[in-house]
């Protein structure tokens, strides 16, 4: 297949190319907003020349692609804090860029990367299919920006039924790539580890369920080899994890020293979620198995992290 990746840019689309590099023969070409740091990235991987990488600018419908896979977004809730309202226009300028391509060649298919966020719920308990999307709409709030500009771009894919688009809402992801100054629960955790501190973290009960980057990269496969639907699917590892046994595991595996605060600062960028996951298994209906669970995943890939900062 020939691949167009927009957003190359983002972590999640990086695993993916490097998974695709290593088990497939797929064409792929890179497009991102600053196509040199693709280029950077490649040369670090050692994946010189393997793929095209293009600005946006490049992108046309003259080009023949089987499937865009759009990563386009923010990474962490510091970005989507900082972005605030204009995260609408980003989210909707490279959605019309891939469904002006899709509208023109019907036969393409098309993957957006959403978020559990769309569902706008409070998460009071996780999401399942019956579940609603919620949206404060008469007293809208800047964490609530990020999930309406993914509910937005899923309900302008829901209304073209006869195109072949398939959103993949990601709730939780770890991956020994992951940014380890961003401002998440598990990456709080890994600096504690490394720089053997202690972790000051809230009492707040959550649970999260982390995907594996294999695991998205079978998510990703099934779909593209899957027949042409329109339809939405959630992420989701073989069983999650609640904070407690998270913060214990992490103890026990890595020595990780932590103390429970009543209260604890946190970039809340896109609302509370203490149940933080789906039961939603509608990707098992195109053969979607997770390998992982979530407290496998973050051990396997917390280990790569910490050997490659103990040798650097």
């Known amino acids: ?59 046309s419908s003259d080009e023949q692609f089987d499937a865009i896979l759009n990563f386009v977004g923010v990474g962490n809730p510091a970005q989507a804090a900082a972005m605030g309202a204009s995260i609408f226009d980003v989210t909707l300028k490279y959605d019309e860029m891939a469904l002006g391509y899709v509208r023109q060649h019907p036969d393409c298919r098309y993957i957006f990367l959403s978020s559990g966020a769309a ?28 999930a309406v500009a993914k509910l937005h771009a899923e309900c302008r894919h829901r209304s073209l039924p006869h ?31 490394r720089d053997k501190t202690v972790l000051q973290t809230s009492s707040d009960y959550i649970v999260r369920d982390f995907l594996h980057p294999a695991d998205f990269y079978q998510l990703i496969s099934v779909l593209l080899v899957a027949p042409a639907t329109n339809t939405v699917v959630d992420g989701y590892s073989k069983a999650p994890i609640d904070k407690p046994t998270l913060l214990a595991a992490m103890q026990e595996k890595f020595g990780l020293q932590y103390e429970i605060l009543q209260a604890a600062v946190s970039i809340n960028a896109t609302g509370g979620k203490p149940h933080y996951y789906s039961l939603n298994t509608r990707a098992a209906n195109f053969e979607f198995q997770p390998t992982w669970t979530s407290l496998e995943s973050i051990v396997k890939e917390m280990q790569i992290i910490l050997q490659r900062t103990v040798i650097n």
């Open 1 to 59: 297949m020939r691949i167009a990746i927009l957003g190359a840019t983002s972590q999640i689309a990086k695993d993916l190319v490097q998974s695709f590099c290593a088990q497939s023969s797929h064409e792929l070409v890179l497009y991102a907003r600053r196509p040199e740091v693709v280029s950077q990235w490649l040369a670090s991987v050692g994946l010189v020349g393997r793929y095209a990488v293009a600005d946006f600018a490049a992108f």
């Open 119 to 146: 569902y706008g719920a409070s998460f009071d308990e996780p999401v399942n299919e019956k579940t609603k999307a919620t949206i404060a709409i008469n007293n809208l709030q800047p964490q609530d920006w990020y």
């Open 163 to 193: 195109l072949p688009i398939v959103d993949i809402r990601v709730f939780n992801y770890f991956s020994h790539t992951q940014d380890m100054e961003a401002r998440f629960l598990i990456t709080d955790i890994l600096r504690a580890i």
